[in-house]
Every structure is written in structure tokens, then in C-alpha cells.
């Protein structure tokens, strides 16, 4: 097995097979799924060569490679379907942006799939590839996660749409499961942003602001995938490559329809998340200063009583003349300087109350 | 009845009817009103298949269908008057993005209508979903409000323009409630902002902030809405389906111009409110600033005070020889002190008048 | 005379007449002027009956009506020049977005003049609209105000080239005085806005803060009219209907050239207005910091010697021991103490100095 | 000599020459430069009327009038040239916008110079009106600078492009000294910009920031500048007016290049100002921040401290009981005050230390 | 050789050759690469003469000219290939914006190349220029760095696509480095970000700020040369020069998608970087407001004890009066004052606590 160089390596040569994922992902397995109106079979091979046969006949074909990290293998498929060099290339190139590539004999598209841990607050990425040719699919997964198994159901249901249309049919159910699993990612991240918003109003904190700040990243993250996505499914909805099937496209046009609204609502949500971090500074800046405007009022209360206490600690002497503090010889002298202690503490709450500072 | 799943759900069948709306919302309930030039029939029906025969009749036909809970009726009157199983999908989903879909025979429209309450400042969102078909209309409202009312009153008058045209126009007279709806929630918020603008300037507090927060949060909602209705309505305008006669063009210019008037409204609002926000922190900041700033004036005035009495209230023995603290000793001791301390407290008051530093 | 109904009145039949403007609006007055290269006549009419010879006549006639609280009047004259229903609600709808409409037989322009009082700083609007027939043009104003003399003169000049031109220079000549008013409104309040920032750079205050705001908001209110006017007169530009002549091209060139240097001022101003809210904020909040420094220094000085004078102040008895307080039985004690003091403070404000604290 | 109106009059009739420029601007001038491969001819003239034969002459001719206060002159030049009315408007409209204006038979271009004066840091705006007729060039200069002596000097070369071709590379000789005198200015601005951020980071101060906003006022007077002037070579470059030969093309598609690259840097000075503004606000901040710090915990240090010197100069008599302050009896009374209130303060020093507060 | 003239000289004459690159770069260097299918022959050359008999040649020739310092070859060159002179400049102005010519025997691209040291946090640009004509390919580079040692093994390579397409896939080459270079670029730069980003959560400090700052002047720049490259790219790949051949199409799609990545790439950095001055903001001010807070509570509790301690320190005479203090004559006076401090001081901490203050 070859080493595997990074993407970024001046000087590659254009169209070598270079993987770029995640090096511990799963071992590669094949599943071919030979299909039509009739009947179903599904194999499971480790020799990519096995898959060849199915290229050609009349049955739909879906053959699934699940994980990347055997190259050669992918290079074989790649052969064997008459990939070019340089799609085989962007099918091993995991961080590649998502994009359609219309060829004369097949069409490619690479996207992502996300999934989302609410309790890690994780948002995982997986790449998808896909390529559709003459009544056969073939599907990359980069990290062979259960994200099928749905498909393989509705395929084993004789009287599915799946198995009354053609293999262009089982490319619009990858796109739709694809953009679903967008729908959820975006509920969590929903639950996750109103959790936030009701700790904004009722306790704000720093970790408040970094979690606010994490999920505009995903936000980020997810609309650098989902901007070029529409382009894509908007692509196979216009440009009607013979590959793509009149039947379907009105099953395209609600797909684009569905990112669409992906789309509005990952911008509603940067909308939303801007506002709230002008709530969050504003929120700790009200409670910050009435902290300080408390304690300065109470503080500055104090200050005036405290000059009284220190006049009546000096020592100017009241036997050498009745001028020096004659207050010290009164009789009720103390009580005296206490209650004038106690009316300008009063005078000054009834004053800082009535221009309403506290 | 089936079981309501989520729309989030991955894996559903593209198609298959799900309702994700309100289950607590009104039973589903069937108004049928037949109307021609000459005459007009009203029908209230639990069976769909009552309205089988109104499909193919040469009079127009509105049917409306109130309430979305009872699934198999919608499902039925989709089948009756020959829906795409999408179609049938997307009106029940009341989350969906507002839309036009054309097709050879009918055309699908599906919008949100909204109503505000000033002393709640709820906004409230009801799906309308609306078929045009050859010589009927049918509509599905999500909750049933009372909103056609006057569309049947002016229905029964037969001088209408609504007897004497088509059914196109009926669609051009919800669209155009739909519009003004707009309108009029609108007006209540810019009721709501100009109350919220004058308390800024008044008596700025934090539930202010937290106002203009969930003001601009409802003119996100409303914009995501009015987008898509406007490209609706354009669309209605230019691409002529055979379905949208020749007069009825002006009509639907009309409501055109009034919907990009919504737009600009909402944009106003929007640059308004973050004027506000700016005006809010502004005016809090600078409040804040006076009391910081009158109050430690008041505070750095006695600070020299104090420490005069402190001088006084030290220990030196003047006794012991003259230079001890030999003003204690003086006849006019404390007084001198005391016009030194209110000496000092009067010269900084006017050094800090002179400063403007209030 | 009917009762005026708010524009958002849900229900009501698009194309019936309602008047939303301000109900306090002159009188209507109907002025007919008709001219051509030779000779000029100017009636006054009451009753819009007396315009009809004028519609069909061969020579240019210009129906002014100002003041739109008569909505028979109104409703008469549209009827009359054979205006859509719809087109008459707009000419009364006066919070009407600009706009142009263009039928076979007519143009129907609609678009805001504003006047500016530099002392009050109220920004009026008036609504025109505007209607180009076959030899005629009839103009609704709202408020009636005296904008036309100027071409009533021009029109009385021989020479001039409104005789010589047909209706649609007349048309011109208006937006002309149109576009021209907004170059006097962006010049007055180009002198408020210089008012303003030399108002920040020497005395900012609180209210120089809700004068920014408050021009800002008359900026959003110019620029909502100033971008359909400019797609108004670049549809006249561009879309020639044969009620504009080849020759009136030129001249609309120019404005639209105008409209374009209206617009590039709104947005610089905008800009600036911006800009100075930043300047603003940064002034206010730098001389705030600049008060609490020095305040806050001041302080600072005087904490040790406050707490000198505390220590000196102390009780501890020097006859017990010689270790208690050895300086109040100092000959030279007192001078001593205030040496130190006098050292602390003079070494505190040589170290804040050098520190370019103040 | 007619009064000068301000452009901003309502009613002035269009095509009527108004200059609106400076008054105090310089005498106008006319000089001729008369010219073919073989031979050149410069002439002055004061007398507009001795142009006129220049006009259909067989050789290049380039008629520059510098100063526009004269304008009968400048009028009598327009009719010379034929000139339409609106266009000699707009020559003396020195606050014109840039535009480019397409006749039949000559294009109309006008457009602004800048200088800046790095001591003053003015910016002066200077605007240049061309027109390009069959065979013959008119440039209108507001202030006569001597911005076109190279172009005589490179006329005087028998070997240059300018004499080989036509009038039209005239022009573009114009045009490309004026892009590199915005090439000039940006680097002019481009030191200020540089000189300003050093500043910020070794001493800022306020009137930095006067400096930023100013320099951003600029940015935006340039831009409102660059953006028409880029349309008009464009349009020069695209719609080949046959007046505009094909040989110049490459040419003119270079100064559009240069046009782009001023933008770019137009638009990146703007970026790099608005950080600028940040980093300005965050420096200040910091600093702010750091001078009150280290106060506030001075004062905090000096405060239990206080609190000591008061306890014991509390006047408690030690001979009524044993519990009265015993430690003002203590043979090492003072020195045990003096070693707690050292033990405190080094102890917070310590504290605030390790929390890193300094 | 000439005295180099700033590109900003008016009046200098276009299209003569002006360098205004760094003059310390290294000594022009010229290397003729001569190839086809079959053999490859590497020749370097002092005197561009040299290269003529290669410019006709049947076989693939490469010619690269390294440092720009001589500018007599470099115009000997384009004069060899048949460069316009404005291209000769262009080649020289190594401040250039990245462009494509199309001319009708070549094209004419220039762009720049980065690299980053991510220890010294420079960001090193050199400039590009290249000529593809019938069977040649001219490169200009500015500084001669290593760059094309890869290109050089591949094309030593009989079996490389190199050796087997055209001149056209030379280009394609030489983009795809400089592409490629970019990657590595914002791999780096991708690593200081994160670096940055740690450091403002654990500890921030000023000088982050002003990393902040740097990193986005960086983008700033990058952006202003990847954006003209995308442009450049897509031109190639859409109009069809009949020098780009059919089969290096797809090879330019891969390109442009690449910089498209990089696009996305850098606008994510901007993003990132935005969020977190925000995040420094907020957390630098959090921190502050902490310390402040935590200091004033600290001064506030010992306010009022410092308050008890001036009362006592009163100099009333118990022995006039027993309402003279008495306490100073009780028994346990001294610690039931103690006591009451003690308790205003717990007391005031369990209502701060309480109010969670701190």
C-alpha cells in the first residue's frame, strides 16, 4: 500500500490516487445490489474485480464501496467503470468541496453528509461519492457508517418506486437521504441554540459566549457544504443529462426545493446566533454595571459619614477655645453626630432614588 | 389514522403523506362553493368523494379544506383531483418553504398567512396551500381561521368581478388577502416599534433590549416568508399558464407592487431596529457613564476632606515642641481646618465645573 | 363623500378608490392647461367634467389635480382619461412605493417629493402621480403645494422647448423639478450632517447621538424612493413606448444621470453617517475615560497618605515602650510625617507621568 | 457675465450653461495643439471663435480650454463643436458624476483628478471634460493644473504613438494620466495609512482616530470617483464607437486593468482602516484597562490597611478591661501592628500575582 | 541598463518596459526546456537570442526567464515572441493584478505565487507571468525560486502526460503548482489561526490582537490575487482558444475547482478570524469585568468596617455625658465592636453571594 502524501504536496502529479481521510476508517467492503422490476440480489465482495460483470448488464446496478483506505481497490472500480484518473482522485480526496461533474457516459457528484451529537455537540462529516452511469450506481462511502440500510429496505419492497424506476431514481433517494440527514443535524443544532438563548436571559456566562461562538463555526461549516450542494441538485434538475430520467425530475425539483430550505434556515440560524451575541454582551454588560452602580452607591454613602467620623477624631483640643469642636463638650454631642450621620445617609438614598439610579 | 412522523425523519418515502403540523388543530372540514356568473351554490361535505363530481363541471368550483389532521381525506381529495404524491406531501408539511410548482394541468401554490397580536406579540403563522386547476381552485388551511369570509361575501354579490371572471381571479383574491394580512400585521409592529423607540429615548431598561431582540426575530420570519411569496407571485405574472387568463395579469402586477412594498417595509424595520439596538446601547452606556461619573466626583471631593481630618486626628504631641501639630494648639484651630476642608471642596467643584465634567 | 378605510383593511375589493393620505389635505383644485406652439390657455375647473373635451384635443393639455381628499373627483378624472380601477386606487393609495406601469394607450408614473426644513429637520413627503395619455398628461398631487410655477412659466415662454416638445417633455420636466428637489433636500441636510460632526469634534453630547440617528432615518426614507424612481426613469430610458419620443431621450439620460448622483450622496452620506456614529462613540467614551483616570489617579495619591495619617492616628501608648510609635515623641515628628507624604505624593505623580498615565 | 445659480435650484430649465464650480479658479484659456504625423502646431487663443476652423481640419486637433469661469466662452466652444445643450451643462457642473454620454458623432466623457498633499493631507478634486469628435479632441479643464505637459512633450516627438495615431489615442493618453494620478494618491495615502498604524501601536491617541475617519471619508470620495470611471472605459473598450479605432482597444483594456487594480486597492484600504478602527479601540481599551487595573489594586492593597490604622485609633480605654485592645498596652504593640499590616499587603501582592491580575 | 521609474510616474510613456520589482532579486537567468514525445534537451542561455530558433520548432519548448533585474533581455524576449509592448510591461510590473490576454496567436497570463514561513509569520509574494503560444510556453519569474524542480522531473518522464500533450498542458501544470501552493499556504496559516484560537481561550493577551489583526491582512491580500486567478482559470477553461486543446479541459475544471476550495478556504479564515476578535473582546472584557468586580467587593465589605472604626475613633467625652459613646466604657466594648464588624462583614458576603456576584 502507498503512503499517503497530503493534498497540499507541491508538485503531485494531477490524477494520482491520493487519499486524504482519516486513516484509521473502516476496512473497504464492497455490496453490489443487482435490481429490476422482478427480482433483487445483493452480494458482498472483497475483489473489486468481481464487480465487473455487473457494469454492463441489463439490471440496475448499485455497487457501494464502503471506506476508502484500500486505494487500490478504488482505483480498480475506478477502472473497471471507466472513471478518469482525476475523478478518481477527487473521490479519494475527503475534504473535497462538493461538485458535479457531467461527462459524456457518466455523471459524478461528491458531497457530505453530516451527523450531530447533541451531548458532545460534535457535528461528524462524512463524504459521499457518487457516480452515475448506464443503469448502474456506484457509491463511495468514506467511512461506511449504516446510512443505507433504509434504501436497501425500500429496494427489497417489490412495489417501491425504487424498483419501478431507473438507476437515476436510486441517485434522487441518496440526494434525499443526504439532505434529511441535513433537516436533522439542523433540529439538534435548533435544540442546541434555544438551549443557549433561554441561558442567555436566565444565566449568562463565558461558556455561554464560546458555545454560541462553536456553533456559528458549525454554521460555517455546514453552508460551505450545502451552498454547492444546490448547485448540484439544481444542475441535475436543469441541465437534463440523458442519464437523468423526465420521470424524475419532479422528484429532483422537491429535493432543491428541501435545501432551499436547508439553506434559509442555516442562515436564520447565523441570524439568530449575530443576535444573540449582541444580547449575551449587552446582558453581561447591564449586570456588570448594576453590580458596580450598587456598590458605588452604596460605597459613596458611606463617604460622606466617614468624613464626619474623622472630623470628630481630630484632636483640636476644646479647652483652649470654645471654637475648637464645642460639638465634643455637648451633652448630647454623639447622639448629636449620629443623627447627622444618619440624615445624610438618608438624604442620599431618597436623592439616588428619586433620579431612579437604583 | 396513521401515526404523525417527523419530517426529519431519515428514510421516509419520498411522497408518502405525513403531516408535521399542530395535532391539536381544527377537524378537517369540507366547503364546496359552485359559482358561475348567473348563480352560486354553497356545500358543506365530510366525504371527499362528495366533491368528485364538481372536478369536471363546467361552472367554477372552489373547494376549501379546513384542518389538515385527518390525513386520508386530504390524501383523498389529492387523489380526486389528480395531485402528485408530493404535492399531497408538501401540503401537509405546514413547515414548508412558500412555493409555485407548475404543472401540464394544475398549478400548486403554498404560502403562510400571519396574524399578529400587539398585547401577546405573538405572531402567528397559518399554511395555505391552494390548486389551480381548469375552471376550480382548491385550498387547504392549515387551521381553519375565519379568513374568506368576506371572499364569500363577495362571491354572493353577482356584480363582482370575482362571478365574472375565472377561477384565476379567485387565486388573485386570496393572494391579495394574503398580501394585505401582511400589511396589517406590519402596521401593529410599527406600532410596536414606535412604542419601543419612545421608551428608548424615555425610560431605556433591559426588557427594552430583549424587545427589539424578539421584534427582529419576527422580521426574520416574515422576510423568510415574503421572499419566496414575492417570486411566487412574479412568477404567476410572467411565466402565462393557460390557467392565468390575460386579465388578470394587471391584477397580479398589483399585488406584485404591494408585496416588494412589504419587502422594503421589513427592511426598514430591520436597518430601524438596529438603529435602535445602537441607539439603546448608546443611551444606556452614556447613562451609566453620568452616574459613574457623579458619583465619583462626589467621592474624589471628600477624599482631600478626609484626609485633612485624618491630619488632625494624628497623634503628634504639641507639647513635645511647636512644630507638632501646633494648629491644635491654635484659638481659631478647627475653624481654620474647617475653612481649609470646605476651601478645598469649593475649588474642586469649580475646577471640575470649569472641565464640563458635569 | 365615503368614509376613508385604512389601506390594510383585509377584505377589501382591489380596484375600489380609497384615499389612506392625510385627511387634513387642501381642497382639490383642477388646473387645465393647454398649449401648444403657438398658443397657451389656463383654466381653473371644479368639476372634473369640464377636462373631458380636453382629452382627445390635438393640441398638449396638462390636467393638474391637487389635493386628493375628493375621491369622486379623482375617481371622475380616471374615468374620464380612461384609467384602470386599479390605477386610480394607486394615484389615492399616497404611501404608495414608487413605480411605473405601462399600458397600451398610457404610462402611469408614481414617485415621492420631498421638502427638508433645515430648522424643524422635518423631512415632508408629498405624493405625485403622474399620468402620459396621447397629447396629455394629468398629475395628481397630494398636498397641492406650489412646486409648478416654474414650468407654468417656462410653458408661458414661446421660446421655451416645452412648447415645442410634446407631453411626454412635459413628463420630463416634472421629474426633472423632481429629482432637482432631492438634490435640495440631500444640500440641506449635507449642511446638518457637517453641523453635526463639528458638533462631535468640539462638544458631544447625548443629543448629537439621537441627531445622527434621526438623519439616518431620514437616509433609509430618501433611499426607499430614490431606488424605484431611478428604475422608473431607466424603464422611459430604455423601453421606448411610443408616447416617448426619440428626441425627449437625451433628456432623460440626464436625469437619470441625476437620480444616479442622488443615489451615490444617500449612500455616502450613510457612510458618513456611520463613520461618525464610530467617532462619536469613541469620543464620548475617551473622554469619559479621560475623567475617570485623572479622578481615578487623584484618588490613588491620596490612599497612602489618607493611611499615613490613619497610622500616626493610632492609639498605641509611646510611654510603654520605646518601640511604640518612637515619632510622636519626635521633636521634628509632625514636619517628618509630612515630609514622607509630600515625598509619596510628588514620587506617585513622577511615576504616573513617566507612565503617560495623564 | 451671467449670475452664477447653484445646480441645485428648482425650475432652472435643462441645457442652460450654470457653472458651479469654484469661482476664485483660474482665467480661462484656449490652447490649440494642432497635429499630424508630420508636423506640429501649438496655438493660444483667448477668442473662442478662432477654433472654429480647427473643427473639420484633415489633422488631429486637441482644443483644451483650462478654466471654466468664462462661460460664454465655454458655451461658444460647445456650439462650435455641436455640442448638445445638456452636455456644455454638464461640462461647467464641475460636481458632476463621471459619465461617459454617446452621440452620433462625438462622445462626451467627464471625469476627476486627484492630488494629495501629504503635509495637509488634502485631497483636491479636479474635474476633466473630453470630448472626441472626427478628428479632433476638446478637453475642459476645472482648474487649468499642468497636468498635460508631458502630453505635449511626448506630442513632440515625431516618433511617438501620439502622433502616429489618431485622436482617439489622444484620449486614451488622458485617460491613463489620470488613472496614474490615482496610482500617485493611493501611494500617498497609502504612507499616511502606514504612518497612522505604527502610531497605533506605539502611541495612540485621539487624534488618531480623527485621522483614521478621515482618511476613510477620502477612501469613499475616491471610490464614488473610480466606480463611474471604470464603467466609462469599460464601456469605451466594449462598444466600439467607430470614433474609437481598433489599434487603441488593447490599449484602453490596459488602463482598464489599472482602473481595476485602483479599486482593489481603494476597497483593501477600506479593509485595512476598519481594522485599524478595531485594533485603535482595542489598544485604547487594553490601556485603559491596564492603568485602572493596577490602581484598583493599589487602592485594594492599601484598604485592609486602613481598616488596621482605624482599628486601633479607636478609642477603646485599655484600662477599663482587659478586652479593651489589650495590644495598646503590649511592650511591642506597634511594631506587631506595623508586621500584620506588612504581612496583609505582601500577602495580596502575592494573591494577585498568582491570579495573574498584573 | 536604465534607472527603474515608479510605476506611478505620470506621464510616462505605456508600453515602455519598467521594472518595479525588489532590485536586490537574483540575475536574469534564461532556461530552454525543448521536448516531445520522444526526447528532451535542457539548455540555459545568457543571451536571449538564443532562444529564437526555438520559437518555430515543431517540438514543445519551454522557456524560462528567472529574476527580472535585466530588463534588456526581458524585452529582447518579447520581441523574439512577438509580445505587444504594453505585455513587456506588464511582465515587469510586478505589482500587477493577475490578468488574461487574449491576443490572436497567444495567450498572456500573469499571477502570483505564495509562500508562508509560519515561524516568522511572513507571508513572501513572487509574480508569474507566462505565454502560451503555437508549441511554446514563455515563463517569467520574478524572484527564480525553486519552484519548477518538480515540473522538471515529471516532463524528464517519458511516460508523464507532460511529455504527451501539447504546450497547453505545460500551462496546466504550472497552475496547478501555483494552486497547489496556495493550499499549503492556508494549511499553514490554518495552523497559526488554531494556534491563535487557543491561545485567546487559555491565555489572551494584546499581542494576540494584534496576530488577529495580521492573519486577516493576509486574507485581505490573498484574497485580492485568488479572486482575479479564478477568473483567469474559468476564462481559460470557457473560451476555447484554439491554444487550450480539447483534451486539457478537464484537467482546467479540476484547477478551478481547486481555487474555488482555496476561495472558500480563505472566506472561512475571515470568518473564523471575525469571531474571534469578537471572542477576544468578550473574553478580555469578561476577564476585566471579573477582576474589577471581585476588587470592589473587596473594598465595599471593608467600607463600613472602616466606617465603625472612625466612629470609635471619635473624640466625644464619655465622662460629659453618658450618652457620649458609652460604649468606650463598657467592659467587652472593644470586642462587641469587633463582633459587629465581624458580622457586617459575613453578612455583606452572604448577600453577595447570594446574588451571586461573585
Known amino acids: ?36 422490476k422482478d427480482s433483487i440480489e445483493i452480494h458482498e465482495f472483497t475483489n473489486p474485480e468481481d464487480c465487473r460483470p455487473f457494469k454492463s448488464s441489463a439490471t440496475n446496478t448499485w455497487v457501494n464501496i464502503s471506506g476508502l483506505l484500500d486505494i487500490d ?60 452511469g448506464e443503469n448502474h450506481v456506484v457509491t463511495f462511502q468514506e467511512k461506511g457508517s449504516d446510512l443505507f440500510s433504509s434504501i436497501h429496505k425500500r429496494l427489497e419492497n417489490p412495489q417501491s418506486n425504487m424498483r419501478k424506476f431507473g438507476a437515476d431514481y436510486l441517485v434522487h433517494a441518496l ?33 455561554t459566549l464560546k458555545e454560541i461562538h462553536e456553533v ?25 443529462s440523458p442519464l437523468i430520467q423526465e420521470q424524475t425530475l419532479v422528484y429532483l425539483k422537491d429535493i432543491y426545493d428541501h435545501t432551499i430550505q436547508v439553506m434559509d434556515t442555516v442562515e436564520t440560524y447565523r441570524d439568530i446566533l449575530s443576535g444573540m451575541l449582541d444580547l449575551y454582551m449587552s446582558t453581561m454588560s447591564n449586570k456588570m454595571n448594576d453590580v458596580m452602580k450598587i456598590l ?45 450621620m444618619a440624615a445624610v445617609a438618608i438624604g442620599m438614598l431618597i436623592l439616588f432614588k428619586r433620579k431612579k439610579w437604583f
Not at 478518469?84 to 461528491?110: M, Q, S
Not at 463555526?217 to 437534463?240: N, V
Open 1 to 36: 500500500m502507498e503512503k499517503f502524501k497530503k493534498r497540499s504536496k507541491k508538485g503531485y502529479v494531477p490524477g494520482a490516487p491520493i487519499y486524504v481521510g482519516d486513516t484509521k476508517a473502516q476496512k473497504t467492503k464492497i455490496t453490489v445490489t443487482d435490481y429490476n
Open 73 to 132: 481497490s478504488v482505483a480498480k472500480i475506478g477502472e473497471i467503470f471507466g472513471l478518469h484518473p482525476l475523478i478518481v482522485e477527487d473521490i479519494l480526496d475527503t475534504e473535497h468541496r462538493p461538485k458535479l461533474d457531467i461527462f459524456d457516459d457518466y455523471l459524478f457528484i461528491t458531497f457530505k453528509l453530516y451527523s450531530y451529537n447533541k451531548e458532545t455537540r460534535a457535528l461528524t462529516e462524512e463524504q459521499l461519492s457518487l457516480v452515475l
Open 175 to 207: 440526494l434525499d437521504i443526504t439532505v434529511d440527514s441535513y433537516f436533522e443535524v439542523l433540529e439538534k443544532i435548533g435544540d442546541v441554540v434555544e438551549d443557549i438563548e433561554s441561558r442567555i436571559i436566565n444565566k449568562p456566562s463565558v461558556d
Open 216 to 240: 456559528k463555526r458549525e454554521m460555517i461549516r455546514l453552508r460551505k457544504s450545502i451552498w454547492p450542494l444546490r448547485e448540484i441538485i439544481s444542475g441535475l434538475h436543469r441541465r437534463i
Open 296 to 340: 458605588t452607591i452604596f460605597a459613596t454613602i458611606f463617604i460622606p459619614l466617614t468624613f464626619i467620623t474623622g472630623l470628630y477624631g481630630m484632636n483640636f483640643n476644646p479647652k483652649i477655645s470654645p471654637f475648637n469642636m464645642p460639638e465634643l463638650g455637648w451633652y448630647f454631642g454623639y447622639p448629636f453626630a449620629l443623627a447627622i
